[in-house]
Structure formats: C-alpha cells, structure tokens
C-alpha cells in the first residue's frame, strides 16, 4: 500500500465524535488539522485558540479530507452544502450509508467504533476504526488517515457496518439502559448503588476471556422460575416488568434445556 506524507484534514463538526476526533488528530505529526467547522458557535468557541475555526461551510479552507462528524439526519445536507469541496470526503456515522455523500465524486466512512461522551478520555488507538471508499483509488489516504489514529482499521462494508451498528446499540445503548434501571431500583431503596460497579466491571472483562453464551448466569439461566417470580413483584414500573420479563425469556429460549 502506498503512503505519503503529512495529510491535510478539515472537521466539520463540534460534538462529542469531533472532540475526541480533533483530539486525536491534532496531536498526530502525520496529521496536518486544517479547520473545525461547526453552526454552533458556542460549541465551536471550544476549539478556539487550539486551531483555526469556521462558522458555517461557505468558503471552507482546501484539506486532502473532509471528516463530517455531526449528528446522522443532518449529513445529507451537510454533504449538499459543502459539495464544491474537491477532497476525500467522509462521514463518521455507523448507520448512514454512502449514498447520503452523493454529492461527492470522492467520498467514504470513517467510523469508530466506540461511545463517545464529552468528559470522558479515551486512547483513541485502542479504538476500532471501519472504513469504505467510494473510489479505489481513494483507499489507501483513507487507510493512512486512519491507521495514524487507531491500531486497528478494518475495511467494512455499508450493508456489514449497518449490521455492526445495531450489534453497537444492543451491547453499549441498551446496556447501559439497564445500568440506569439497576441505579433507579437502588435509589428508590436507599440502597447505594456503587454497590453494583464491581459486579458491571467484572461483567465487562469476563467478555475478554469468555464468549457471552459461556459468561451468562443468573436466574433465567438457571431457569430459577421462583426468583423471576419474586423478582417480578418487586417491579412497580409496568415498562421494567416488560424488559425484566422478554430477557428473561430470551435468554431461557438461548440456552433451551441446557443446565
């Protein structure tokens, strides 16, 4: 694969993905930033002094790559608008398909995988990064860009990243989902919920030595129908005895007769 020398790279825009992306980028001497853009100009005023900003798209500076790292309903739009850039430009979204950079003769993704929260600092080389190119020839730069902030790029599909994402959802949003049930039932108690992080961090690193159908316990695994029981009649919420109830079920239906 061929690589070349320091890569010019524009952000457009201000929210937790860019924040963590400008970190990464602006601190790679094989990565030249050449602007964050963004609308917002109160989120913007966060890159203020570190690098040169733009509010709005008109007149963008030129760059090699343009990262469109926004919210997903508003990258066609953004795409539209700034569709007289001549770079390689690409979209951070783990659901979005190529087709929304239409406007672009060049054009890709740069998705990391990952949950991105404002305060929170990652190593961003510890962080799967999927890409896809439109153009062939295009691969390499993006393969560069990439492999300067993560140690792991892979080549992804539009069809297999969208899969991907939905596989992201149920292992990151919707667990952590039931992290805030667990904190609000030992709230609700006067119970501290600290109490339960170690048993959380102890559930994650299993995931490193054991596959998720080997690392499952409790109670529907056990099909220990009397504590599902009690369990349920704990419950107030009507939507907590919902979820309660189609994972327990799920996870009887996985394991079938299996003790």
Same mark, same amino acid.
């Given at each position: 694969?061929y690589?070349?020398?320091?890569?010019?790279?524009?952000?457009?825009?201000?929210?937790?993905?860019?924040?963590?992306?400008?970190?990464?980028?602006?601190?790679?001497?094989?990565?030249?930033?050449?602007?964050?853009?963004?609308r917002?100009?109160?989120?913007?005023?966060?890159?203020e002094?570190k690098?040169a900003?733009?509010?709005?798209?008109?007149?963008?500076?030129?760059?090699?790559?343009?990262i469109?790292a926004?919210?997903d309903?508003?990258?066609?739009?953004?795409?539209?608008?700034?569709?007289?850039?001549?770079?390689?430009?690409?979209?951070?979204?783990?659901s979005v398909?190529?087709?929304?950079?239409?406007?672009?003769?060049?054009?890709?993704?740069? /998705?990391?995988?990952?949950?991105?929260?404002?305060?929170?600092?990652?190593?961003?080389?510890?962080?799967?990064?999927?890409?896809?190119?439109?153009?062939?020839?295009?691969?390499?730069?993006?393969?560069?860009?990439?492999?300067?902030?993560?140690?792991?790029v892979?080549?992804?599909?539009?069809?297999?990243?969208? /899969?991907?994402?939905?596989?992201?959802?149920f292992?990151?949003?919707?667990?952590?989902?039931?992290?805030?049930?667990?904190?609000?039932?030992?709230?609700?108690?006067?119970?501290?919920?600290?109490?339960?992080?170690?048993?959380?961090?102890?559930?994650?690193?299993?995931?490193?030595?054991l596959?998720?159908?080997q690392?499952?316990?409790?109670?529907?695994?056990?099909?220990?129908?009397?504590?599902?029981?009690?369990?349920?009649?704990?419950?107030?919420?009507?939507?907590?005895?919902?979820? /309660?109830?189609?994972?327990?079920n799920?996870?009887?239906?996985? /394991?079938?007769?299996?003790?």
């Amino acid at each position: 694969m061929y690589f070349r020398g320091m890569i010019q790279v524009t952000i457009i825009g201000t929210g937790n993905v860019a924040r963590h992306l400008f970190a990464a980028i602006s601190s790679n001497p094989a990565l030249h930033l050449v602007q964050v853009v963004g609308r917002n100009r109160k989120a913007l005023s966060y890159f203020e002094n570190k690098t040169a900003i733009q509010l709005g798209f008109d007149n963008l500076a030129d760059s090699e790559v343009y990262i469109i790292a926004i919210s997903d309903d508003h990258i066609p739009a953004v795409s539209e608008q700034i569709k007289y850039c001549k770079g390689l430009v690409v979209h951070t979204s783990g659901s979005v398909s190529l087709k929304a950079l239409k406007h672009h003769a060049k054009s890709g993704v740069l /998705y990391p995988l990952q949950t991105f929260s404002k305060d929170r600092k990652l190593d961003f080389k510890e962080i799967p990064i999927c890409i896809e190119t439109t153009q062939k020839e295009d691969y390499s730069l993006l393969y560069q860009l990439a492999n300067c902030i993560s140690d792991k790029v892979i080549e992804i599909s539009s069809g297999q990243r969208q /899969y991907l994402h939905l596989a992201a959802v149920f292992v990151n949003n919707f667990t952590n989902h039931l992290y805030q049930i667990g904190t609000d039932i030992c709230e609700k108690q006067r119970i501290d919920s600290d109490l339960l992080k170690p048993l959380l961090l102890e559930t994650a690193k299993k995931i490193e030595n054991l596959s998720p159908h080997q690392a499952q316990t409790g109670p529907a695994r056990r099909k220990d129908n009397h504590t599902m029981e009690a369990h349920l009649k704990l419950l107030e919420n009507p939507s907590h005895k919902e979820i /309660y109830t189609l994972l327990s079920n799920s996870i009887k239906e996985t /394991y079938g007769e299996e003790l």
